[in-house]
């Protein structure tokens, strides 16, 4: 699984691959990682080096207290950041947005209709990939100009799905 973590905004890329190792930008790294208190302390032992740490989860930040330093650090993996970059890729303005497909996946369901006013966040279409129902969601307030896809169509990734106009 791959995942993008930023720490006091500096970004890493974490692989942990199926055998086990961690490889952080590339590198592999020695990493064993315990849970002392469950949702708060937790022993790392990275490079043959102990080190023991306090998590405090709030919102999709994580902030950790380790060696004296506090560490703000947001963690993505894969498919969050193809959400993610899917819903923020339309930007704020006049123009019209497209809600797209950022997988290949099955239209479930389409909870929107031509015409009607939306408000950014709303769930749009639920797409459903890899066995899981995604949820993509108003890009910004808007009215919804045209809706290309139906319940039950199957889509590639970057279809239109919905214009918010």
């Known amino acids: 699984m791959k995942y993008q973590t930023i720490v006091n905004g500096q970004t890493f890329d974490i692989e942990i691959v199926e055998d086990g190792r ?4 590339g590198e592999e790294r020695a990493i064993d990682f315990r849970t002392l208190r469950e949702g708060e ?10 080190y023991e740490a306090v998590v405090e989860e709030r919102d999709d930040r994580h902030y950790v207290l380790i060696t ?6 947001k963690v ?8 993610e970059s899917a819903f923020m890729a339309f930007g704020e303005g006049d123009s019209e947005a497209q809600i797209r497909a950022p997988m290949p996946g099955l239209i479930v369901r389409v909870s929107v209709e031509e015409g009607q006013e939306v408000t950014r ?45």
Not at 76 to 83: A, K
Not at 143 to 165: P, Y
């Open 22 to 25: 961690v490889l952080v930008n």
């Open 41 to 50: 302390l937790y022993s790392i032992l990275l490079d043959h080096r102990s």
């Open 68 to 73: 004296g330093g506090m560490y703000e650090a």
């Open 76 to 83: 993505t993996d894969e498919r969050s950041r193809r959400l």
């Open 121 to 165: 966040g709303q769930t749009a279409v639920i797409l459903e990939s890899m066995k899981m129902e995604n949820e993509l969601k108003v890009p910004r307030d808007g009215v919804v100009r045209h809706i290309h896809v139906a319940a039950g169509e199957s889509v590639e990734q970057n279809k239109a799905l919905v214009t918010i106009g």
